[in-house]
């Protein structure tokens, strides 16, 4: 059970500290805060120098004014003997209540001692200060080189002050710390400024989380970015666009499936009353008869479903675009190939003419599907004995497919709708879905080229796909 009990806290902190690192709050305030206590911790160490420095300059100047006091105090009698009375304030201006005990010395400058203890050591320099150890207490030094009136020819006399260092530590003490009180207070001032800017500044994101996951929206309504921040626009404007290829994909979906349910109905309909009619006949001749129209129309049913298919595939938004690199040219040729057969059936000559390799970026087997349709169509609209041509070529930039028939042709009026879907000319006898030149549409589009139907001179159609080269 002790086991038991560690582990429940532990997993607990774990999952905090989790929670934690991935809160934006707590990121943002961390970056805030981190370097703020960085800037601060060198703040506080050149605050620290600082108050060093400060203190130091003050008891120098408190013990060159001490030396300073007790030289001037020196003084020559009239037997030529060197005296000095020295003033209380000279050694009373280091009682700060720290307990610092004072020494000092006043020699000639032939070396006799004249007041103050004998061994109190002296500095290398004149009025300047330095930190030294007498009798095993560290101490600061200041010695003082000043003429005394009276003797011969001037001569100088030496006074050497020393404090202990307890006032010099508290001051510099007193002096960090006050800084450091600043500092602290600077800290949680502005680490709370931060939780509250943090606050305010993240409520646009939490109003949009919660436009995001408000229940029953029923469309995907684009969201405002005025509400929120300018640097969260593009996220707001990134969420529009998603949203707006899900409602195209949605609409694709639907546009498909009420395409498939009115395009199915009536061949549907059909194999179901062609079934009938064969299994009610009795005579052989007129069963195989019907069970051959059901034959056809179940491959004009196969043929619609897989354009219905490949158009749903077609469609932006439907599937993940591909940037495939193909030779069209050889794609082409293996579409041609599989054709052959129904071109020799159907008694046309099936011909291609490429030059050189022409390579395209796109969707590969949806470029392949363009041609298929291309083809087909041509075939299916031909006359027996009539001609297809396919050609491949480049020009500059672009690479140019032809599909050149010379069959009926289509009336100028009619050329642009027939691109539409399910859109068939009235008295066409050839057997279609009207899906063959959108799909082909549709494909060239999302590879970012066009599509042109011309008449040639010796009539017919000729369908001129552009395709950016690769």
């Known amino acids: 059970m002790a086991n038991d009990n560690t582990t429940l806290p532990r997993s607990n902190l774990a999952r905090l500290w989790k929670r934690l690192r991935e809160s934006l709050r707590v990121q943002l305030l961390v970056w805030i805060i981190l370097p703020l206590i960085g800037v601060i911790c060198v703040n506080l160490l050149l605050s620290f120098q600082s108050a060093d420095t400060t203190a130091d300059l003050i008891n120098d100047q408190m013990l060159l004014a001490s030396a300073r006091t007790i030289a001037e105090a020196v003084m020559v009698d009239a037997n030529g003997t060197i005296q000095v009375d020295i003033p209380p304030a000279a050694l009373e201006m280091f009682d700060t209540g ?41 101490v600061r ?39 450091f009180t600043k500092q602290l207070l ?12 943090l606050q305010r500044g993240l409520a646009p994101v939490l109003r949009l989380r919660d436009a995001v996951r408000e229940q029953g929206r029923e469309k995907l309504d684009p969201f ?12 707001v404007h990134a969420l529009n666009d998603y949203m707006e290829r899900v409602q195209s994909q949605m609409a694709a979906q639907r546009r498909f499936v009420a395409n498939a349910a009115h395009q199915l109905r009536t061949p549907l309909t059909l194999v179901a009353t062609q079934a009938s009619v064969a299994a009610r006949e009795q005579d052989s001749n ?43 040219a050889a794609a082409a040729r293996q579409v041609l190939e599989t054709f052959t057969e129904t071109a020799l059936q159907r008694q046309i000559d099936l011909g291609l003419d490429v030059d050189e390799p022409c390579r395209v970026e796109g969707d590969g087997p949806m470029l392949s599907e363009m041609i298929v349709n ?8 031909t006359l027996p004995g009539g001609t297809v041509t396919v050609s491949v070529s480049r020009h500059g930039a672009w690479v140019l497919l032809r599909v050149e028939d010379n069959g009926p042709g289509i009336p100028d009026q009619e050329k642009e709708q027939v691109l539409e879907r399910f ?30 139907l011309t008449t040639p001179v010796s009539g017919g159609l000729n369908v001129e796909v552009k395709l950016p080269a690769a």
């Open 186 to 197: 600077l800290v949680l001032v502005t680490g709370f400024v931060a939780i509250v800017g």
């Open 224 to 235: 405002s970015p005025e509400n929120v921040q300018s640097e969260l626009r593009p996220l």
């Open 98 to 138: 720290h307990g610092d005990r004072v020494f000092y010395r006043v020699i000639t400058a032939w070396g006799s001692l004249v007041s103050g203890v004998a061994d109190l050591p002296e500095t290398k320099k004149d009025q300047s200060a330095e930190d030294l150890n007498f009798r095993g207490d560290p």
């Open 141 to 179: 030094v200041m010695t003082l080189n000043h003429p005394v009136v009276g003797l011969a020819k001037d001569a100088e006399i030496s006074v050497s002050v020393a404090v202990t260092l307890n006032n010099e530590k508290a001051m510099r003490q007193r002096l960090w710390l006050s800084d």
């Open 374 to 381: 291309l083809v087909d169509n041509a075939l299916r609209y």
């Open 286 to 328: 007129s069963r195989n008869e019907a069970l051959q129209a059901l034959r056809t129309s179940t491959q004009q049913l196969t043929r619609l479903a897989s354009q219905l298919l490949t158009l749903s595939r077609a469609e932006p938004g439907s599937r993940r675009p591909r940037h495939d690199k193909i030779d069209l």
């Open 423 to 452: 859109y068939r000319i009235i008295g066409t006898q050839a057997e279609g879905s009207g899906l063959g030149l959108a799909i082909v549409k549709e494909v060239v589009e999302r590879a970012g080229g066009t599509v042109a």
